[in-house]
């Protein structure tokens, strides 16, 4: 498994921040495929303009900057020996559907994070394309909290992680390939046993649609001004984290009930939410001793605020197609419930915040707390790709 060619899909924070973190570990080639509106021109001309692009993580700097760019796949995928997509998880269909006739028969696709369901959607992609010797993998989380500061040329590392799980399909790579890229990402990457557990330990799934469900349920229609927009995870209160803990506890429920149904899958990295928290962010919580004081008082989380659209006037409402439900409902929670389907287990309170959040989103999932709404298709259920039975999921 030799990288000497990475290529970047996507020019967002993630992007961003990836690419100087790269350059200073990676001596190969970084493309950048960047299909999305006109940002492949502006890219180019910015670099062009700044040089390079800074990340700035307190007093540390890092610069770096792509070898290639293109709107077009043809251009900068044949050579590519690893493909990142770090993309919205509504994005990562339509990119691979353009990449994958160009892709190396032994590269290797990977999304960061894969959110839930990335699996089903990316190998049937790979199949319909005869792409089936690609290799896949996903990263449970982005391992950074970051913000673009001036597009193509700053980037803020808010927080970053202690480490992140990977997992991938074959699974024989996933060892291999966490070791590179520790190595790429100079970040502790832990190798997971199966992609399954990507799906059900997508914490996003938990603490965007269930922080936006505590913060605007019975205030949807309230204006705010601009300095009553509430703290996102800081602005979390007892009875919000209470639902997140709540979600987190029907998971572990449906992963204990799959792991009745085989004993020998290995689910053992599902985490309850504060423990993940814990776990990925011990040294910038100060007080751990609730779920809620976890959130509250975590640095890497500080100064994030609601999604919020402006009305004029100096108000404000709660933006709820914004990604914390556009992409963690249909492409986490959604997907869950779908598993949950199959497996036979109830989720109550999981439920409760999809039709709730749903309706903000003006979509229908659940119908009689089955997946029947018109727009189910639409999202990454295993269902959707010709997958209807438990052990299947078990088997990537
Ligand atoms: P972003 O919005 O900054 O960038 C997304 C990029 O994806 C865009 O620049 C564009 O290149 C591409 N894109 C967006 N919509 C597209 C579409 N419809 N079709 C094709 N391409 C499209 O996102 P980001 O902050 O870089 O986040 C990437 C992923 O990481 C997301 O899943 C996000 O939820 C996750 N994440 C981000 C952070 C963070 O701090 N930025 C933290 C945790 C997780």
Same mark, same amino acid.
């Given at each position: 498994?030799?990288?000497?060619?990475?290529? #970047?899909?996507g020019g967002g924070n993630a992007a961003h921040t990836l690419i100087p973190i790269l350059k200073n570990n990676f001596q190969g080639k970084i493309n950048l495929f960047l299909p999305y509106k006109n940002e492949a021109d502006c890219f180019i001309r910015l670099v062009r303009e700044k040089k390079s692009i800074i990340a700035i993580k307190g007093e540390k700097k890092l610069y770096?900057? @792509?070898?290639?760019?293109?709107?077009? $796949?043809?251009?900068?995928? @044949?050579?590519?020996?690893?493909?990142?997509?770090?993309?919205?998880?509504?994005?990562?269909?339509?990119?691979?559907?353009?990449?994958?006739?160009?892709l190396k028969e032994e590269a290797i696709?990977?999304? #960061?994070? +894969?959110?839930?369901?990335?699996?089903? $959607?990316?190998?049937?992609i790979l199949k319909d394309y005869r792409q089936e010797k690609v290799k896949i993998f996903g990263l449970q989380t982005l391992p950074w909290a970051c913000r673009i500061r001036e597009y193509a040329s700053k980037v803020e590392i808010l927080g970053e992680k202690r480490s992140v799980g990977?997992? +991938? &399909?074959?699974?024989?790579?996933? &060892?291999?390939?966490?070791?590179?890229?520790?190595?790429? &990402?100079?970040? /502790?990457?832990? @190798?997971?046993?199966?992609?399954?557990t990507l799906s059900l330990a997508n914490i996003g799934q938990i603490l965007h649609p269930?922080?936006?469900?505590?913060? &605007?349920?019975?205030?949807?229609?309230?204006?705010y001004r601009k300095e009553e927009i509430p703290l996102f995870y800081h602005g979390v209160t007892k009875e919000t984290a209470q639902i997140l803990e709540e979600m987190s506890n029907e998971i572990l429920i449906l992963t204990k009930e799959i792991q009745k /149904?085989?004993?020998?899958?290995?689910?053992s990295n599902v985490f309850h939410v504060e423990d993940w928290l814990i776990n990925s962010y011990r040294d910038s919580i100060q007080d751990k001793r609730s779920l809620q004081s976890c959130l509250v008082t975590n640095e890497a989380y500080r100064g994030i605020y609601a999604p919020m659209r402006e009305i004029g006037e100096g108000y404000f409402l709660p933006d709820f197609q914004s990604r914390y439900l556009t992409e963690d409902? @249909?492409?986490g929670l959604v997907?869950?419930? $779908?598993? +949950?389907?199959? $497996?036979?287990?109830?989720?109550?309170i999981i439920d409760e915040v999809i039709l709730m959040t749903s309706k903000w989103m003006g979509r229908e999932y659940l119908v009689n707390r089955y997946l029947k709404g018109k727009d189910v298709k639409e999202s990454r259920i295993p269902q959707n790709y010709g997958i209807n039975c438990i052990e299947e999921i078990m088997s990537y």
């Open positions: 498994m030799e990288i000497k060619t990475i290529t #970047i899909c770096g900057r @792509p070898d290639k760019i293109s709107r077009f $796949a043809k251009e900068v995928c @044949p050579d590519a020996d690893l493909i990142l997509l770090l993309l919205p998880a509504f994005a990562h269909e339509s990119t691979l559907c353009q990449i994958a006739s160009f696709v990977g999304a #960061i994070p +894969a959110r839930s369901g990335f699996e089903y $959607a990316t190998l049937k990977l997992a +991938a &399909f074959p699974h024989k790579i996933t &060892f291999k390939l966490a070791n590179i890229l520790t190595r790429l &990402f100079n970040l /502790k990457i832990e @190798p997971l046993p199966n992609m399954l269930g922080i936006m469900y505590g913060l &605007f349920k019975g205030n949807e229609g309230r204006r /149904k085989d004993k020998y899958i290995d689910l409902v @249909p492409y997907v869950t419930k $779908a598993i +949950a389907q199959l $497996a036979e287990v109830k989720t109550f």
